[in-house]
């Protein structure tokens, strides 16, 4: 066992993990943050993206020790003061899901991106999210609410408490 020390979402968590643990699983199991979804458990469907130390990452891809002294923002630590995040706003909006599995790694993803490039074009977001795969939407609406989101200018200001890299 190895002696771990994350702050996930905000709050700062000391635990004993299995070397071989997986950062999803650790979010998922042991703190309950289950908005984190498993889609494939090999590394392509996105599903399971979330941000490490303010780096895009898929989080079975991933092991807990590697989190270890680290920061890592989850979809559910993006709200703050009970107000959406302008990409949960968006995708809402602009119904840019169906059964809404595929969608916290698409939000993180797509927040990745805005945090690099604040204004993308379609191919952009496109190639953004090309890791990240829906099985229902056909993607249209999702490039929409990333627009949406971008267009809002203020996608890309979050509070200091979300984490991750400016
Ligand atoms: S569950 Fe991680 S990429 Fe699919
Ligand atoms: S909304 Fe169902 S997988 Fe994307």
């Known amino acids: 066992m190895n002696r771990i020390s994350v702050r ?8 004993e993990v299995e070397p071989r643990l997986l950062l999803v ?16 458990d090999t590394g392509n469907c996105g599903a399971c993206t979330v941000d ?7 989080s079975c891809s991933v092991l807990a020790v590697q989190a270890d002294d680290g920061e890592v923002t989850t979809v559910e630590g993006l ?6 995040h302008p990409l949960q706003r968006s995708f809402h909006e602009d119904h840019a899901l169906q059964c809404g599995f ?33 099985r ?3 993607y249209q609406n999702i490039v929409k609410a990333v627009l949406a989101a971008a267009a809002r200018q203020d996608a ?8 991750g890299a400016a």
């Open 156 to 163: 890309g200001a979050e509070p200091a408490a979300s984490g």
């Open 79 to 84: 709200a703050q003061d009970g107000e959406w």
């Open 136 to 138: 229902c939407t056909g």
């Open 52 to 58: 490490l130390d303010g780096v895009s990452v898929k």
């Open 8 to 15: 996930v979402d905000g709050t700062t968590y000391e635990d």
């Open 102 to 134: 595929c969608t916290p790694g698409m939000i993180m993803a797509a927040r990745d991106l805005l945090r690099r490039n604040p204004d993308p074009g379609p191919a952009e977001i496109r190639r953004a999210l090309k890791g990240n795969l829906c």
């Open 25 to 40: 699983h650790y979010l998922r199991e042991r703190l309950g943050l289950t908005a984190t979804t498993i889609g494939c």
